[in-house]
């Protein structure tokens, strides 16, 4: 099946550093991927979608300031969390929808930890 | 504002039982509706897709039914086993939305011995 790597798998940072965080799809190509957040015992929240050649589109409530994304190819998108707090500190996971079906592949996450 | 309920927060049952997972949902008319595990620290993988017109759907051991007129979706996991604990999800989409899912809160199966 369909692949997503995400890297780092896991970051920790200090209180007003920016942290990018890259997710790539190996074997097929994404025009569109998703980006969600996922706090302790909570569901997926998705924050915005990235795409390929043009600008992300952010969730209400989702400063697109703080939280970059760039989708430069077809099997590259990076969210960078700027200026980050702690509060920030959450569980990252990106995804790329399938070209054949509603299903959508998703990475195995990050977890970023700021201090 | 749109709604999903998964039925419990946590859900015990022995080894060999059937665990039925419920997903209610309000405000929210979707094209299809998708199940999805979840392991501690790992993203979510696909499990089973369901669409506004299909009743039912079975893969080996799972099978998912679908009522728009409860906006209920049952998920079944038969002869349930250990490697079955984690958390499942699902997940709710329109057609023309780019793939954009609207994920439940998960319901987290432990299956005992």
């Known amino acids: 099946g369909a692949v997503v790597s995400q890297h780092p798998s896991w970051v920790i940072c200090k209180s007003g550093t920016s942290v990018k965080i890259e997710c790539r799809s190996l074997?097929?190509?994404?025009?569109?991927m998703f980006w969600y957040r996922q706090f302790p015992k909570q569901s997926l929240m998705l924050m915005a979608t990235s795409n390929e050649g043009s600008k992300a589109t952010y969730e209400q409530g989702v400063e697109k300031d703080k939280f970059l994304i760039n989708h430069a190819s077809l099997t590259l998108s990076t969210l960078t969390v700027t200026s980050a707090h702690p509060e920030d500190s959450s569980f990252y996971i990106c995804?790329?929808?399938?070209?054949?079906?509603?299903?959508?592949?998703f990475g195995p996450g990050t977890r970023l930890t700021v201090l | 504002s749109q709604k999903i309920e998964q039925n419990s927060e946590a859900l015990n049952i022995q080894e060999g039982k059937t665990a039925t997972l419920t997903c209610n949902y309000t405000?929210?008319?979707?094209?299809?509706l998708q199940w999805y595990r979840q392991d501690p620290g790992r993203g979510p993988v696909f499990l089973l897709l369901i669409r506004e017109n299909e009743k039912e759907k079975r893969k080996e051991r799972l099978k998912v039914t679908f009522d728009t007129t409860l906006k209920q979706s049952l998920f079944h996991i038969t002869a349930s086993q250990p490697a079955d604990s984690a958390t499942y999800l699902c997940a709710l989409g329109r057609t023309g939305t780019a793939s954009k899912l609207t994920f439940g809160t998960g319901t987290r199966l432990q299956v005992t011995l």
């Open positions: 995804s790329a929808p399938s070209s054949y079906t509603d299903t959508q592949y």
């Open positions: 074997d097929f190509q994404a025009t569109t």
């Open positions: 405000n929210y008319s979707p094209a299809y």
